[in-house]
């Protein structure tokens, strides 16, 4: 078994402020997601990594970057807080692209 | 637009009865459907999932019906619990490049005892 852990938990910054999330994974899976929850509603893709020196758009990607440091761990920053994107931050790992994800408890964004 | 939809927003039912949750979808290229089970406060967990080969998929309470012609899936989970009190997310994907995961808005189901 692993676990995927996400710093910190809750995330309160002030509108303009750049703001960044973090995941660490240990089942040493090779692909990471970061999702966007908004309350009650589906999860959109943000950004995604393959491999360790991948790095991919997703479908929300704007007002958003990403990095892969190592194999283990995937960051999130917003790069300028809106309070339009108060939402719960998902990051997600798979042992390849396609394959069962696995979510992590996620970072709730408040902005002020 | 790749879509993923589900019906109801929300369901009640009382304990010991058969909860249906529905989901649809538009893509034919879709052949991968997992349902994730998230509780309040923490991330989705994989549930159950079944791909476009097959009608049927079940596991213990859980049950996927699958209609690729009408493109519907529904899950069934039978002699519901309180504890099955969660919100239901059927996402759809298809294989290689395609498989980037598309979620439905989910349904909140609520076990009354």
């Known amino acids: 078994g692993g676990i995927i852990t996400q710093t910190p938990k809750f995330l309160i910054g002030q509108e303009g402020q750049k703001l960044t999330l973090k995941c660490q994974q240990n089942f040493n899976h090779d692909t990471m997601y970061w999702y966007r929850q908004d309350s009650g509603k589906g999860l959109r893709l943000i950004y995604y990594s393959i491999t360790e020196n991948d790095l991919q758009k997703g479908d929300l990607s704007e007002g958003y970057d990403a990095s892969r440091e190592k194999k283990s761990s995937f960051s999130l920053t917003v790069t300028s807080a809106q309070k339009n994107e108060m939402a719960v931050f998902l990051c997600?790992?798979?042992?390849?692209?396609?394959?069962?994800?696995?979510f992590g408890p996620g970072t709730r964004l408040t902005v002020l | 637009q790749q879509q993923v939809r589900q019906s109801p927003q929300s369901l009640t039912v009382w304990e010991g009865e058969t909860a249906i949750l529905n989901c649809s979808y538009e893509?034919?290229?879709?052949?991968?459907f997992p349902w994730y089970q998230q509780f309040p406060g923490e991330g989705p967990a994989l549930l159950i999932s079944i791909s476009s080969v097959s009608d049927k998929k079940e596991d213990g309470r859980f049950t996927i019906f699958f209609n690729k012609r009408e493109k519907k899936l529904s899950l069934h989970i039978t002699d519901s619990q309180p504890g099955d009190s969660a919100t239901y997310f059927c996402a759809a994907s298809g294989r290689g490049g395609s498989a980037k995961l598309i979620f439905g808005e989910g349904t909140k189901l609520t076990v009354s005892s």
């Open positions: 997600a790992s798979s042992i390849n692209w396609g394959y069962e994800q696995y």
């Open positions: 893509d034919s290229t879709f052949n991968y």
